[in-house]
């Protein structure tokens, strides 16, 4: 297959999967139809490396990971991350919900080494799902090295129209608080507001570089600066790893709400250097570049513990981000949604959230009123349990093996 003709086919699937997203107004998320399209490219007709000989290998993927995640991290001011503190507790009692439920029940159902390796595939992304399948094959379990990566692969299944579901009914509910008078956009989301507000100070507000002329700040000098903050991420985890292991990526995230916060980043320099686009392309590409893993023979050795632990899991995370929404009076729909974000992270949950909200109202001042409830939580949802969560996890559950 040509390089041009593997892409054509792959930018065809994200079109289909964007196009049945528009047509049922998200109610069937433009990334679950991928993931279906991809699983059946593999098991037909796709070579196995595809997404590499489109032009966006491993390398490219990676780096793309560093800019968005640190460009994400523009749109958090410090302010706003204090304000989140309540989504970030909901975000931990999803995840201790799926630990219970799995090793209260799930254990006595499917074993306790596979609940071992299935939570933090499940709880995270791809870092722990390889952490978890090298542990697995170290310690002669193969079939279990397998179900890592295909628990990996395959939980987005049901958090992908779950979190659809309930957050059409959050931003109806929300809409019909703000038609009737009953929420009122300024005063009810400071954070946003503070946030918005931070942002217009800042460039002209970009403190740091505020001596250099704005014809200077080409597109090409806004990547740089992201490239800098990206590298110096990347540098203080290689600084850190002799005393603790930090993800870079836990670090970009971090690095860009400080660059943003001193004023050396605009707020979505990414979008602004025109690449955004570009890049998150790449990066859903190599995700689904994942679904090569997931044979049909391993799919049906495997889909009786796979179909078992993501239910159970979901069950618990339901559970239990209700009980702390319940108690910090957050509404369930948007507790459980911050909870779902474990089952796939950044940039679904950014794509999802912002597809709903399409769906829901034409009106840009109601769009703008949704994207400031429900995006910063669903990003600081994501971020929080695959970015840093599940790495932590991955990092205790393989010694249990």
Do not use: H
Not at 291 to 302: N, R, V, Y
């Amino acid at each position: 297959m040509s390089q041009m003709l593997a892409l054509v086919i792959l930018l065809f699937i994200l079109f289909i999967g964007d196009l049945v997203a528009v047509r049922t107004k998200a109610w069937v998320p433009s990334i679950f139809v991928c993931a279906v399209l991809f699983l059946a490219g593999y098991w037909t007709f796709f070579p196995q490396d595809i997404v590499a000989l489109a032009g966006v290998p491993p390398v490219v993927a990676t780096m793309m990971m560093y800019l968005l995640i640190t460009n994400m991290g523009t749109l958090l001011s410090i302010k706003e991350l204090k304000n989140q503190w309540k989504t970030i507790v909901i975000a931990l009692s999803g995840i201790i919900g799926i630990i219970a439920i799995l090793f209260g029940i799930g254990t006595f159902i499917f074993g306790y080494q596979t609940m071992v390796v299935a939570v933090p595939p499940l709880v995270g992304g791809v870092v722990s799902a390889l952490i978890m399948s090298e542990g697995a094959k170290e310690a002669g379990l193969a079939s279990l090295s397998v179900f890592a990566i295909v628990i990996y692969v395959m939980q987005g299944f049901a958090g992908y129209p779950l979190t659809s579901i309930v957050l059409k009914k959050e931003g109806k509910r929300l809409l019909k608080q703000y038609r009737s008078g009953q929420l009122v956009f300024k005063a009810q989301n400071k954070a946003a507001e503070e946030t918005a507000a931070a942002a217009e100070t800042v460039r002209p507000g970009l403190k740091l570089i505020e001596k250099v002329p704005e014809k200077y700040n080409t597109d090409f000098f806004k990547f740089l600066r992201l490239a800098i903050v990206s590298y110096l991420a990347y540098l203080t985890s290689t600084l850190l790893a002799p005393v603790a292991n930090v993800s870079p990526f836990v670090l970009c995230l971090l690095f860009g709400v400080i660059a943003a916060s001193l004023g050396f980043l605009e707020k979505q320099v990414l979008q602004k250097a025109n690449g955004f686009g570009f890049a998150i392309m790449a990066l859903m590409l190599f995700i689904f570049d994942g679904l090569k893993q997931a044979t049909p023979g391993m799919m049906l050795e495997i889909i009786y513990p796979l179909a078992g632990t993501i239910i159970l899991g979901v069950i618990g995370m339901y559970i239990f981000s209700f009980i702390a929404g319940k108690i910090l009076k957050v509404s369930k729909e948007m507790a459980f949604a911050v909870s779902l974000t474990a089952l796939y992270g950044f940039p679904a949950d950014y794509i999802i959230t912002n597809e709903v909200i399409k769906s829901l109202t034409e009106d840009e001042k109601e769009r703008e009123m949704l994207t400031s409830n429900m995006l910063p939580p669903m990003l600081v949802g994501g971020f929080i349990t695959v970015t840093i969560v599940s790495v932590v996890l991955a990092g205790i559950f393989v010694g249990l093996l």
